[in-house]
């Protein structure tokens, strides 16, 4: 039975693993999927900025789409899904968005405007979880409040916020928090031991990142096709 985007099945659950920013990177994702080799017990959680910057965000929301279908995918609302959200319900300036790289995502569905936006794809979009929490880990895109629960987060904290390495702290919970957003621009994963940042800067030249939490093992590729298989090693600020 396909499972619906967000809807994992925990009776099948075999890995989590977590996909960074995206940005229009088809090929990246592409060459990552094959890399990782989902089947139907695992999870993907996917952290969001699936549009702009890169060549196909089509391409992108397309296959997120038929992911949904080979496991359960848990795809989370990104800054740049946000902006393009407000651009088309009127709650913000369509230049805005374009500024930011949503040009490039027009581009890739060959529109002028958003009128034309394919119906499945802003259905993938509008469903978009903020944050997704397991009994060991929480997901957010961007960073969070250490003090406040994942449901009361402040909005800005989890699409916005940056990560500032030397004045993060754990969550009270105590739960590892996997978070994207702020560019690792040497390629690497940065592991705090309380916070891991996956965003490896796909879309700028660097690496597409997805994370296996249990193992920490992971999988890097580009947009060049190429691909490299790492494993954690925890580093301090």
């Given at each position: 039975?396909?499972?619906?985007?967000?809807?994992?099945?925990?009776?099948?659950?075999?890995?989590?693993?977590?996909?960074?920013?995206?940005?229009?990177?088809?090929?990246?994702?592409?060459?990552?999927?094959?890399?990782?080799?989902?089947?139907?017990?695992?999870?993907?959680?996917?952290?969001?900025?699936?549009?702009?910057?890169?060549?196909?965000?089509?391409?992108?929301?397309?296959?997120?789409?038929?992911?949904?279908?080979?496991?359960?995918?848990?795809?989370?609302?990104?800054?740049?899904?946000?902006?393009?959200?407000?651009?088309?319900?009127?709650?913000?300036?369509?230049?805005?968005?374009?500024?930011?790289?949503?040009?490039?995502?027009?581009?890739?569905?060959?529109?002028?405007?958003?009128?034309?936006?394919?119906?499945?794809?802003?259905?993938?979009?509008?469903?978009?979880?903020r944050f997704y929490e397991t009994d060991t880990h929480l997901f957010v895109h961007a960073n969070y409040w250490p003090n406040l629960p994942m449901a009361q987060q402040p909005a800005n904290a989890l699409l916005w916020e940056h990560l500032?390495?030397?004045?993060?702290?754990?969550?009270?919970?105590?739960?590892?928090?996997?978070?994207?957003?702020?560019?690792?621009?040497?390629?690497?994963?940065?592991?705090?031991?309380?916070?891991?940042?996956?965003?490896?800067?796909?879309?700028?030249?660097?690496?597409?990142?997805?994370?296996?939490?249990?193992?920490?093992?992971?999988?890097?590729?580009?947009?060049?096709?190429?691909?490299?298989?790492?494993?954690?090693?925890?580093?301090?600020?």
């Amino acid at each position: 039975m396909v499972k619906a985007p967000g809807q994992p099945n925990p009776a099948s659950h075999g890995r989590t693993l977590v996909v960074g920013d995206i940005h229009g990177c088809a090929t990246a994702l592409r060459v990552l999927i094959e890399a990782v080799e989902p089947g139907p017990g695992d999870v993907i959680v996917t952290l969001g900025d699936y549009l702009d910057r890169g060549p196909d965000s089509r391409g992108v929301i397309e296959q997120l789409l038929a992911l949904g279908g080979q496991c359960g995918l848990v795809p989370l609302l990104g800054n740049h899904e946000e902006m393009f959200l407000a651009a088309r319900e009127g709650r913000a300036d369509l230049d805005s968005w374009l500024r930011f790289g949503g040009d490039a995502t027009l581009t890739s569905y060959g529109l002028e405007d958003l009128e034309g936006f394919p119906r499945p794809h802003l259905a993938f979009l509008t469903g978009c979880r903020r944050f997704y929490e397991t009994d060991t880990h929480l997901f957010v895109h961007a960073n969070y409040w250490p003090n406040l629960p994942m449901a009361q987060q402040p909005a800005n904290a989890l699409l916005w916020e940056h990560l500032q390495a030397d004045w993060a702290h754990p969550h009270y919970s105590r739960k590892t928090a996997v978070v994207g957003h702020t560019p690792q621009m040497d390629g690497s994963v940065l592991d705090l031991g309380f916070l891991i940042c996956i965003d490896t800067g796909c879309c700028k030249g660097g690496w597409l990142t997805a994370l296996d939490v249990g193992s920490g093992e992971y999988w890097q590729t580009n947009e060049r096709g190429q691909a490299r298989q790492r494993h954690l090693r925890r580093r301090k600020p």
